[in-house]
């Protein structure tokens, strides 16, 4: 059943018919944004459970919401903010726009044309807000603790991933940005010295990525290592926190990365992280108390340190304790929303 917003005062478009980590951060922090203000989601595919409008209720926002001089349209994509340019500037519906960005790198002509139609835009790093040609407000993303959290004793891990021993995870899409091949290298240097570990590589390559993934898993084959470096492919949103849970490390090996939410992920499930150094991540991993940094693309920097805290159980059990007290102190899910509705409360102030 649909939780229909009759009257919203915030409108975040999603296009977006699959899934990805721009939907997937929209689809958490929305109902957070909502304790607090009418916020719906419009998209072709949203959830029940997100308060939402439909596209045919569209007509509707031509007029002010009861108590705000105007609506706030908030893209995250190109499409969606050419939407808001359409509606606002020749359909004249009572609206400001803001985008927030993720990339960190150069924008296109186009991207800069449409950011630049924007009356807010939102970062989500330092990082990104130094790739735009304007100012912008840091909202970094949150990640809600309650359903990310470290197994309980004694909790089953999901059916299709070995019952016992030490897992090594790396979760996304699968395809060279993100980093897999280097994973799947330092992994196939770093098992088998350790018969008690495996490797997990949650996800999928979407079409074009499927050799991609065809090569990797030649490449495990041909090491000896297809029973140990496991590729169950994706999972719901749901159901991935379980597979965190089962983890005794988490590798985020991107190349280059807008912000990437894996990693905090793991660490509020209690898990260190070996990052790349991109995106937001040297923001979010303490080298040495909860995980550990490298280069990119850098097989052997991943390898030595993804073997140095599997060889330290107690260093290892203490940086999982303390990425878990990171992400509840500065991570917060409701950090995020208030930062996002703060921004909103400034539009409507200045009218």
């Not at 595919?45 to 031509?62: H, N, T």
């Not at 807000?129 to 840091?138: E, G, K, N, P, W």
């Not at 992400?327 to 208030?338: M, N, P, Q």
Request: with cysteine; hydrophobic share 45%; glycine share 8%.
């Amino acid at each position: 059943m649909r939780t229909l917003v009759p009257d919203p005062q915030v409108i975040a478009p999603n296009f977006k018919r699959r899934l990805s980590g721009v939907t997937t951060t929209l689809f958490r922090v929305a109902p957070v944004q909502a304790r607090s203000l009418r916020l719906a989601v419009l998209g072709p595919v949203v959830p029940g459970e997100i308060p939402q409008i439909r596209f045919r209720d569209l007509p509707r926002l031509a007029r002010r919401p009861a108590d705000r001089p105007f609506r706030i349209w908030h893209a995250r994509r190109n499409v969606e903010m050419l939407a808001g340019v359409v509606l606002r500037d020749l359909l004249r519906f009572p609206m400001k726009l803001v985008f927030t960005s993720a990339s960190q790198r150069k924008h296109t002509g186009w991207s800069r044309f449409l950011i630049g139609r924007m009356d807010a835009v939102v970062s989500v790093s330092e990082f990104t807000a130094a790739y735009l040609q304007r100012s912008s407000t840091v909202v970094m993303h949150g990640i809600d603790t309650g359903v990310f959290r470290p197994a309980f004793d004694g909790e089953a891990r999901p059916a299709d991933l070995p019952p016992s021993g030490r897992l090594v995870g790396c979760f996304g899409r699968i395809r060279r940005q993100k980093g897999t091949d280097v994973f799947i290298d330092a992994m196939i240097r770093v098992l088998p010295d350790r018969p008690d570990v495996k490797a997990v590589v949650l996800g999928r390559a979407t079409g074009e990525h499927q050799g991609f993934l065809d090569a990797l898993k030649a490449r495990v084959a041909a090491a000896g290592l297809s029973d140990r470096i496991l590729f169950p492919g994706e999972v719901g949103p749901l159901e991935t926190p379980a597979y965190y849970r089962a983890l005794s490390l988490y590798v985020a090996p991107q190349r280059w990365e807008g912000f990437g939410v894996t990693p905090l992920e793991a660490m509020a499930s209690g898990a260190p992280v070996v990052a790349t150094t991109v995106g937001a991540f040297p923001k979010l991993v303490i080298e040495g108390e909860t995980g550990s940094l490298i280069p990119p693309g850098d097989v052997e920097a991943m390898a030595a340190a993804v073997a140095r805290w599997l060889d330290d159980e107690a260093g290892r059990t203490a940086a999982g304790e303390a990425a878990r007290r990171r992400v509840e102190a500065h991570f917060s899910l409701e950090a995020e929303a208030e930062g996002l509705n703060a921004v909103y409360r400034r539009l409507w102030d200045q009218a």
